[in-house]
């Protein structure tokens, strides 16, 4: 098969996954400036006049801003100690040997397999016996309890690689192990770093199960329950529901779009050299 040829079919394929991937963002973003009537006229039709109110009206009116300032509160708290504190706990547990490390090690990635849907309960519980229930803070915590085990689990496998010949460098200058973490492991560990932070953003920016079941409050709520309001027994308010799509997928679009190389350098990271 010709060279130009066969560059031609991946290239018709990759466009064809991309128009697949792509075409609900798009279908949405034009619902968002559409209103309900206009959608039930037509469900694909174009935003002709575009209704660039709609976003003001939904952040100021529909209580938007609260449900943004929550979520970007709950999400940047639970990230900045899930890379923290996974990144010392993956430090540890693949530089140092120790009796029970595997053992911990393999709690860590049961907790990976279970369903989270299994710990609602005890979670519901725990929370109100110790008076975070209905509370951010509460939710906070019960974000860093999930992710924590994925985190440590693409952690501990990268930082396992870097070469144990940087440590005992670092020992000879006189580095302390505390310092060999912040100084050494942490600089070198950068694009998983950037990895599990990303991933971390996207699956917690866009959590509903917990939030629905921790989080009853008006003033407490996150966007995943904000959109949840313009859906209705009888009645659905589609274009609004779009709206507030829009505004919760758009922080997520641009933080893949600067960051997205970090991502797949972290993923396909195969050795540190």
Same mark, same amino acid.
């Given at each position: 098969?010709?060279?130009?040829?066969? $560059?031609?079919?991946?290239?018709?394929? @990759?466009?064809?996954?991309?128009?697949?991937?792509?075409?609900?963002?798009?279908?949405?973003?034009?619902?968002?400036?559409?209103?309900?009537?206009?959608?039930?006229?037509?469900?694909?039709?174009?935003?002709?006049?575009?209704?660039?109110?709609?976003?003001?009206?939904?952040?100021?009116?529909?209580?938007?801003?609260?449900?943004?300032?929550?979520? &970007? =509160?709950?999400?940047?708290?639970?990230?900045?100690?899930?890379?923290? !504190?996974?990144?010392?706990?993956?430090?540890?547990?693949?530089?140092?040997?120790? $009796?029970?490390? $595997?053992?911990?090690?393999?709690?860590?990635?049961? &907790?990976?397999?279970?369903?989270?849907? #299994?710990?609602?309960?005890?979670?519901?519980?725990?929370?109100?016996?110790?008076? *975070?229930?209905?509370?951010?803070?509460?939710?906070? *915590? !019960?974000?860093?309890?999930?992710? @924590?085990?994925?985190?440590? =689990?693409?952690?501990?496998?990268?930082?396992?690689?870097?070469?144990?010949? *940087?440590?005992? &460098?670092?020992?000879?200058?006189?580095?302390?192990?505390?310092?060999?973490?912040? /100084?050494?492991?942490?600089? %070198?560990? *950068?694009?998983?770093?950037?990895?599990?932070? #990303?991933?971390?953003?996207?699956?917690?920016?866009?959590?509903?199960?917990?939030?629905? !079941?921790?989080?009853?409050?008006?003033? /407490?709520?996150?966007?995943?329950?904000? #959109?949840?309001?313009?859906?209705?027994?009888?009645?659905?308010?589609?274009?609004? %529901?779009?709206?507030?799509?829009? %505004?919760? %997928?758009?922080?997520? !679009?641009?933080? =893949?779009?600067?960051?997205?190389?970090?991502?797949?350098?972290?993923?396909?990271?195969?050795?540190? /050299?």
């Amino acid at each position: 098969m010709p060279a130009i040829l066969t $560059r031609a079919i991946v290239m018709l394929l @990759l466009t064809g996954y991309t128009a697949f991937a792509a075409g609900p963002f798009v279908w949405a973003a034009m619902m968002s400036l559409r209103t309900t009537t206009e959608i039930s006229r037509n469900h694909f039709g174009l935003p002709f006049p575009p209704h660039w109110e709609k976003f003001g009206q939904a952040w100021f009116n529909s209580n938007y801003s609260v449900y943004f300032t929550n979520s &970007a =509160y709950v999400v940047a708290t639970a990230v900045l100690v899930l890379t923290i !504190v996974g990144a010392m706990a993956a430090h540890c547990l693949s530089r140092y040997r120790f $009796r029970g490390n $595997r053992f911990i090690y393999f709690l860590i990635f049961s &907790a990976i397999i279970f369903p989270p849907q #299994i710990t609602i309960i005890a979670l519901f519980q725990t929370l109100v016996t110790y008076g *975070l229930y209905n509370n951010l803070a509460g939710l906070t *915590l !019960v974000y860093i309890a999930l992710q @924590l085990p994925l985190t440590v =689990y693409i952690l501990e496998s990268f930082f396992a690689r870097i070469p144990s010949d *940087l440590f005992d &460098a670092a020992r000879m200058d006189g580095y302390s192990e505390w310092a060999i973490f912040w /100084k050494v492991s942490l600089p %070198i560990a *950068l694009p998983a770093l950037a990895t599990t932070v #990303i991933l971390n953003t996207i699956l917690l920016w866009n959590e509903f199960l917990y939030a629905v !079941v921790l989080i009853t409050d008006e003033a /407490k709520r996150t966007l995943p329950l904000g #959109i949840q309001r313009f859906m209705g027994d009888q009645l659905e308010d589609v274009g609004m %529901i779009a709206t507030g799509l829009m %505004i919760a %997928i758009i922080p997520i !679009v641009l933080i =893949y779009a600067f960051f997205s190389e970090k991502l797949i350098q972290g993923m396909t990271a195969g050795a540190v /050299k």
